[in-house]
Nanobody, 119 residues
Framework: QVQLVESGGGLVQAGGSLRLSCAAS????????MGWYRQAPGKQRELVAV???????TYADSVKGRAAVSRDNAKNTVYLQLNSLNPEDTAIYYC?????????????WGQGTQVTVSS
């Protein structure tokens, strides 16, 4: 069973930075895309950043220029560096990993880590 464990959330002042980590375990297969999503109270879950196995990245417009997603394939770990934080970044941040086995796509989610940005 694939498990994703996030870490690095917490309370941050506006203008500050944080780095989230997500380690995947339990898979005999390499991870395909890995990424970060977030869900603020009363809002739908939204994409923050995703990185493909080959390294191409996609960012939400709301974090472009402030975020950097990276991965360590040897460790099955994905990271999110988010700078210039503002209260609108307050949300639960979820890690997602995709694995393709025999042409079938499987998606796995972490339990989420709370990020709170104080003004």
């Amino acid at each position: 069973q694939v498990q994703l464990v996030e870490s690095g959330g917490g309370l941050v002042q506006a203008g500050g930075s944080l780095r989230l980590s997500c380690a995947a375990s339990g898979s005999s297969f390499s991870m395909d895309a890995m990424g970060w999503y977030r869900q603020a109270p009363g809002k739908q879950r939204e994409l923050v950043a995703v990185i493909a196995s080959a390294g191409s990245v996609t960012y939400a417009d709301s974090v472009k220029g402030r975020a950097a997603v990276s991965r360590d394939n040897a460790k099955n770990t994905v990271y999110l560096q988010l700078n210039s934080l503002n209260p609108e970044d307050t949300a639960i941040y979820y890690c997602k990993a995709e694995i393709t086995v025999l042409s079938r796509l499987y998606e796995y989610w972490g339990q989420g880590t709370q990020v709170t940005v104080s003004s």
